[in-house]
């Protein structure tokens, strides 16, 4: 795994007509209660890419979320809470975009470096993952920092490779990846969509992003929330390393 600030300029091939655009992306979220932000992050989107992305919501909402979406022109697929990972494994799995992009809809992700994220798949990266804590996250609570932090740590030392930021909700993938890993987590999918795809070997780069503060409320409760992250890191880190063990052949 690869991290540095700014993408190269080498291409994915040779042929610039094979190079993905905004029309083969697929920006997708799990959304619940985010009527104060919903509206400027598909605006941001909107802008970046033209209008040429496509837009997923899976909402479980009270407030007027969904309907906001619905007026920026995303898709929403309502289901019942059921917590952030089944949601957003609901929004990964919808689209069939040859690339998909999870970001949150709380505005605390910069949807202006889209094209970075985008560039980097152009160049082959199989995943991209944005790393908040590279600039510092002054803007996240200083428990939610050292969790980050923590969970990265716990993360390395459990694969044998570094990681920065296992929890970043925004990411780039090729669709082949998440169509061949099954995922189990729920609130700890976030650091389950890193680690799997790789620790089986896909070619995935951290790249720095800024991290705004949120608009809205949270709605993860940090000490419960952080608990299940960590039991979700270390479950899926065990979980990979097995899968590598050589199996003896059956009788």
């Known amino acids: 795994m690869s991290s540095g600030e700014q993408p190269e300029t080498t291409e994915r091939t040779d042929d610039a007509d094979d190079r993905y655009t905004f029309e083969d992306v697929s920006v997708v979220m799990g959304t619940y209660n985010e009527e104060e932000a919903i509206g400027k992050v598909l605006a941001d989107i909107e802008d970046v890419t033209d209008g040429k992305a496509e837009v ?6 009270s407030d007027r979320t969904p309907e906001i979406a619905r007026e920026h022109g995303a898709t929403v697929i309502e289901q019942q809470p059921q917590g952030y990972g089944v949601a957003v494994h609901a929004a ?21 470096q889209l094209p970075e994220f985008l560039e980097l798949i152009n160049q082959g990266y ?3 993952s944005g790393d908040r804590l590279y ?24 694969m044998g490779t570094r990681v920065h930021d296992t929890t970043t909700g925004m990411r780039a993938y090729r669709r082949e990846v998440i169509e061949s890993i099954e995922w189990t987590e729920n609130t700890g999918l976030s650091a389950e969509l890193l680690i799997r795809p ?30 299940e992250i960590a039991r979700s890191i ?17 009788q």
């Open 198 to 227: 790789l620790m089986r070997g896909y070619d995935i780069r951290e790249h720095p992003i800024a991290y705004r503060e949120r608009a809205g409320e949270t709605k993860l409760d940090p000490l419960k929330g952080g608990a």
């Open 56 to 61: 997923v919501c899976v909402d479980g909402s």
């Open 135 to 158: 600039h510092g996250a002054e803007a996240m609570p200083a428990f939610n920092r050292f969790g980050n932090h923590a969970f990265a740590a716990i993360a390395s030392l459990l």
């Open 234 to 250: 270390i479950k899926v880190s065990l979980e990979e390393r097995l899968r590598e063990l050589p199996h003896e052949p059956t």
């Open 92 to 112: 990964i799995t919808e689209p069939d975009r040859p690339i998909v992009v999870t970001t949150d809809c709380d505005d605390t992700y910069p949807m202006e």
């Open 126 to 128: 199989d995943v991209v």
